[in-house]
């Protein structure tokens, strides 16, 4: 699906690693409340920064997991890790699939699980149009592993009913003015296919009112946001992902999601509301939010929020017969 494979050497993984500032790291730490001994779950490695502060907090008694789609990740993370304490397994795999994966290697419950559902620097150098920044072919899948029946931004925009289009970019970018830059899609493929993120951006542009251009957000933000969530299928993997967590979960484990737009955020509440009517108990009645000075060093983290769930209930896992 990606459309420029990165090489990167075991040192410049490590150094880039490194650079990476993970949003809320010391917060989702503390929240997380990790022991040494426990099997923890990062459910998202992008840069690793998590990663390498969880397998810190592990001894040799510990066992950390870590998810991701991408290749280059699941490479930062060995690198980054390859001198930590605990057994380590990086899958490179959907965090939807926890539960089997994490069974073919014999863990049939964890202690704490992690889900950091914002974006990387290395996401957007990856070359797959993730960026209306960058002219990059509109691709917007975080595997890389594709073929011709796997779902990009570009054959939604081209193939896609307007209706359809619309109704996306309305639903899962919150755009107001989706029914507009659906017709200019559609108008704009009559003449010639999107192939570009510039072409794309340029379109929504001239779609939306002047006044709406010369926002605090470029006007592509949002449908590039509803395109991505449409290509990854990510509410249903966050739900499914979030569910199966849960239910691997050891009495007294805690998830932690940090989320960055509203439609997430409302995903979490309400799996968390659920959960409680099944014993759970939030440790986050509001949501944890980046202090200021994360802020002022690192603007992207402005729109993250922290929050956490703890299973208080004994379910019966494989390990205990």
Same mark, same amino acid.
């Given at each position: 699906?990606?459309?420029?494979?990165?090489?990167?050497?075991?040192?410049?993984?490590? $150094?880039?690693?490194?650079?990476?500032?993970?949003?809320?790291?010391?917060?989702?730490?503390? =929240?997380?409340?990790?022991?040494?001994?426990?099997?923890?779950?990062?459910?998202?490695?992008?840069?690793?920064?998590? @990663?390498?502060?969880?397998?810190?907090?592990?001894?040799?008694?510990?066992?950390?997991?870590?998810?991701?789609?991408?290749?280059?990740?699941?490479?930062?993370?060995?690198? @980054?890790?390859?001198?930590?304490?605990?057994?380590?397994?990086?899958?490179?795999?959907?965090?939807?699939?926890?539960?089997?994966? %994490?069974?073919?290697?014999?863990?049939?419950?964890?202690?704490?699980? %992690?889900?950091?559902?914002?974006?990387?620097?290395?996401?957007?150098?990856?070359?797959?149009?993730?960026?209306?920044?960058?002219?990059?072919?509109?691709?917007?899948?975080?595997?890389?592993?594709?073929?011709?029946?796997?779902?990009?931004?570009?054959?939604?925009?081209?193939?896609?009913?307007?209706?359809?289009?619309?109704?996306?970019?309305?639903?899962?970018?919150?755009?107001?003015?989706?029914?507009?830059?659906?017709?200019?899609?559609?108008?704009?493929?009559?003449?010639?296919?999107?192939?570009?993120?510039?072409?794309?951006?340029?379109?929504?542009?001239?779609?939306?009112?002047?006044?709406?251009?010369?926002?605090?957000?470029?006007?592509?933000?949002?449908?590039? =946001?509803?395109?991505?969530?449409?290509?990854?299928? #990510?509410?249903?993997?966050? =739900?499914?992902?979030?569910?199966?967590?849960?239910?691997?979960?050891? =009495?007294?484990?805690?998830? @932690?999601?940090?989320?960055?737009?509203?439609? #997430?955020?409302?995903?979490?509440?309400?799996?968390?509301?659920?959960?409680?009517?099944?014993?759970?108990?939030?440790?986050?009645?509001?949501?944890?939010?980046?202090?200021? #000075?994360?802020?002022?060093?690192?603007?992207? $983290?402005? $729109?993250?929020? %922290?929050?956490?769930?703890?299973?208080?209930?004994?379910?019966?896992?494989?390990?205990?017969?």
């Amino acid at each position: 699906m990606r459309t420029r494979q990165v090489h990167t050497s075991s040192d410049s993984a490590l $150094s880039a690693a490194l650079i990476h500032r993970s949003v809320l790291l010391h917060e989702a730490i503390e =929240q997380l409340s990790i022991k040494p001994g426990d099997t923890v779950v990062d459910a998202t490695l992008g840069g690793a920064g998590h @990663a390498r502060k969880i397998a810190m907090q592990l001894d040799t008694r510990g066992t950390f997991v870590g998810f991701d789609l991408d290749h280059d990740a699941i490479v930062r993370a060995e690198v @980054a890790l390859k001198n930590a304490k605990p057994k380590i397994y990086c899958i490179e795999d959907n965090f939807k699939n926890i539960a089997q994966r %994490l069974g073919e290697r014999g863990i049939e419950a964890v202690d704490k699980v %992690l889900f950091d559902l914002g974006w990387s620097s290395f996401q957007l150098e990856a070359g797959r149009g993730f960026s209306f920044l960058k002219d990059e072919p509109l691709m917007m899948t975080y595997s890389k592993n594709g073929d011709e029946s796997t779902l990009t931004a570009e054959k939604i925009v081209n193939e896609w009913e307007e209706s359809s289009i619309a109704d996306v970019i309305y639903g899962w970018g919150e755009e107001r003015y989706a029914r507009r830059i659906a017709r200019a899609i559609v108008e704009y493929r009559q003449v010639k296919p999107v192939k570009t993120t510039f072409e794309l951006a340029e379109i929504v542009k001239a779609a939306v009112p002047r006044s709406y251009r010369n926002g605090r957000l470029h006007p592509a933000t949002k449908t590039f =946001q509803a395109l991505r969530i449409a290509v990854n299928d #990510e509410l249903r993997v966050l =739900q499914e992902g979030i569910r199966g967590a849960w239910h691997l979960l050891n =009495q007294k484990g805690r998830i @932690a999601v940090i989320t960055f737009h509203s439609i #997430e955020d409302r995903v979490v509440k309400k799996l968390f509301a659920e959960f409680e009517k099944e014993g759970g108990e939030r440790i986050t009645r509001a949501p944890i939010k980046p202090s200021q #000075e994360e802020i002022a060093s690192n603007p992207r $983290s402005r $729109s993250a929020k %922290l929050r956490v769930i703890e299973k208080n209930t004994y379910e019966f896992h494989k390990k205990d017969k």
